[in-house]
């Protein structure tokens, strides 16, 4: 099992920038693929970037590409999200998810561990 702990939410104007971070501990040693999914009111959880750990591979869904910025230490286990250019419909709660699989993913069923979640809002 891993834990995962989320911080840097928040509120924040159109426009700005906010960082998330995110530690894994337990079994990580299982886990290749670190990321960042949200889940606004009403709607479906959505994939937003994950990081392969051997080789530091990022992918992002479209929405956020140019805006948003992910990266991995290896030594601390930990994943974090650059967030700029923020709009009111990236406004959610992010979770962070680790999947034990060596190919990219996007969907939730193939992350196993999830974090508690960290509100994020970007007023208009």
């Known amino acids: 099992q891993v834990q995962l702990v989320e911080s840097g939410g928040g509120l924040v104007q159109t426009g700005g920038s906010l960082r998330l971070s995110c530690v894994a501990s337990g079994r990580t040693w299982s886990s290749h693929h670190m990321g960042w999914f949200r889940q606004a009111p009403g709607k479906e959880r959505e994939f937003v970037a994950a990081i392969s750990w051997s080789g530091h591979r990022p992918y992002y869904t479209d929405s956020v590409k140019g805006r948003f910025h992910i990266s991995g230490d290896d030594a601390k286990r930990t994943v974090n999200l650059q967030m700029n250019s923020l709009k009111p419909e990236d406004t959610a709660v992010y979770y962070c998810?680790?999947?034990?699989?060596?190919?990219?993913?996007?969907?939730?069923?193939?992350?196993?561990?999830w974090g508690q979640g960290t509100q994020v809002t970007v007023s208009s």
């Open positions: 998810a680790v999947s034990p699989l060596t190919i990219p993913s996007m969907l939730p069923a193939d992350f196993g561990s």
